[in-house]
């Protein structure tokens, strides 16, 4: 591989690990938010979209963990490929590891988004049903 492709391959890397990062670091920040701001309130069927949002983004914030292991794996199991592989059996049962790796990896990235956005959603639909009754009433 030429440098420019090394070095754009090591761009990718970064960038996507740095959004998973950001995606950790949301999530526990959005659990934070919302478990500071239930504080006080009385046990109402409303807060089941409360809880929705705290298993979502605590599921966001597992997958995102998830995804970085994976990630990792791939990482030893291409280093080995790298540096280990001795025939051409090793380099083929490396790279069936590796690719199963990034595929799971990315896998997780995916459910990491998505379920964060879910409990962005939920906790939208909750605040909505609080302030409900207040502007009608």
């Not at 109402?44 to 990630?71: D, H, M, Q, Y």
């Not at 030893?76 to 590796?98: C, Q």
């Not at 990315?106 to 409990?119: C, D, E, M, P, T």
Request: aromatic share 14%.
């Amino acid at each position: 591989m030429s440098d420019a492709a090394n070095k754009l391959q090591e761009q990718i890397h970064g960038s996507r690990e740095k959004y998973t990062y950001f995606l950790l670091t949301a999530a526990g920040a959005c659990i934070g938010y919302a478990v500071e701001k239930v504080a006080g309130f009385r046990l109402e069927w409303k807060l089941i979209a409360l809880a929705v949002s705290l298993v979502a983004w605590g599921t966001s914030f597992w997958f995102g963990c998830r995804a970085i292991k994976r990630n990792e794996y791939g990482l030893r199991y291409n280093h080995a490929w790298l540096t280990a592989a001795r025939s051409p059996i090793d380099k083929v049962a490396l790279d069936s590891l590796m690719s199963d790796e990034s595929r799971a990896s990315a896998s997780s990235s995916r459910w990491q988004f998505q379920f964060f956005v879910l409990g962005g959603v939920v906790f939208v639909l909750w605040r909505l049903l609080e302030l409900l009754p207040r502007s009608i009433g």
